[in-house]
């Protein structure tokens, strides 16, 4: 018995969705591999999506907007438009409660949005003073990290306003931040190709203490997204050189290269709620939900006319 394959209220509970460069997002059956629905997302190409917490809703980050589609009917328009942004919008994600969103983009601003209040333009506000890659919520929910296109890795405590700076390699583009759901580590991956992990050390009254803990090569051309396994136990990495490479916490020992020769660029990449599996978005228009443990590849998406570059994923669990 494969991934999804166990009873319809599981299935049920499943959300899995894919954008990129063709204008489209969609909704994938992800036992089976279908396309249950195509929305048409004409303004621009999806750079990140990302589902509510609730899976009521699925957020796509573009040109200058995030439109929030529900993901519960069948209307093909945007419920709502969120909007003020200059430029595109990178990234963007969900408080844990769903009661604010954050986002980032190349405007240089990383942006809070009120969900509860209905407003379409962010009331709070950072600038960086240069383009934003990623944006990070740390577990406690009061501090964000936001990676920039100069090499910066700010931190923004959301209670305090208060703001301080990394800078992992100078004049080196961060192209992705996460931290482990435990709140432990951070890590980044840069431009060219190396991953730095952080040790986060602090309590919910004070600012995250950032301790560098190790630096790697994790691939040979640009690193794209970093993300942790739900356990903490495991670190993914993707990159323009084809490949999702998993790498082992306990002691940054690669374990699995997940590669396809037609995959071409892999711009994003999901754990399965049990961390035994990975999906992966890459330039070839394909998703792939890949199996960690024998690097097979267990089944494949195919729909999009054009690179993949976003994926958004929750299941009963996550």
């Known amino acids: 018995m494969t991934m999804y394959e166990d009873n319809q209220s599981d299935k049920d509970q499943i959300v899995l969705a894919s954008g990129g460069y063709d204008h489209s997002i969609k909704i994938w059956e992800t036992h089976t591999g279908l396309c249950q629905r195509t929305v048409q997302h004409v303004d621009s190409q ?8 609730d899976k009521q809703f699925v957020a796509a980050a573009s040109y200058q907007h995030i439109y929030m589609y529900d993901l519960g009917s069948n209307n093909p328009s945007p419920v709502i438009n969120f909007e003020g942004a200059a430029k595109n919008i990178t990234d963007i994600g969900f408080q844990q409660d769903g009661k604010w969103m954050y986002s980032g983009g190349e405007d240089c601003k990383a942006r809070i949005w009120d969900l509860k209040e209905s407003q379409t333009q962010a009331p709070r506000c950072y600038y960086t003073g240069n383009p934003i890659t990623s944006v990070c919520l740390h577990p406690n929910q009061v501090e964000l990290f936001i990676g920039d296109q100069n090499g910066v890795v ?3 405590d959301l ?3 208060q ?6 390699e100078q004049d080196t583009m961060v192209l992705d931040i996460a931290i482990d759901p435990l709140g432990q580590y951070m890590a980044c991956v840069n431009s060219k ?3 730095y992990l952080w040790e986060l050390q602090g309590s919910f009254d004070e600012p995250t203490k950032v301790k560098p803990k190790f630096k790697f090569d994790a691939h040979n051309k640009y690193a794209l997204k970093v993300l942790f396994s739900h356990d903490s136990q495991l670190l993914a990495t993707t990159s323009a050189d084809q490949t999702v490479k998993i790498w082992a916490m306990r002691d940054y020992s690669l374990i699995a290269e997940l590669k ?9 990449a999901a754990f399965s709620a049990d961390d035994q599996y990975i999906f992966s978005a890459s330039s070839d228009g394909l998703v792939r939900l890949w199996n960690v443990k024998n690097e097979n590849i267990e089944r494949e998406y195919s729909g999009h006319q054009k690179a993949v570059t976003a994926l958004a994923f929750r299941d009963a669990t996550c």
């Open 193 to 195: 190709g190396r991953c």
């Open 159 to 161: 209670k305090t306003d």
């Open 46 to 53: 999806v750079n990140a999506l990302e589902i509510t917490p």
């Open 260 to 268: 396809q020769e037609s995959q071409r660029w892999v711009w994003d």
């Open 154 to 156: 700010h931190r923004w």
């Open 163 to 168: 703001t301080d700076q990394i800078i992992p």
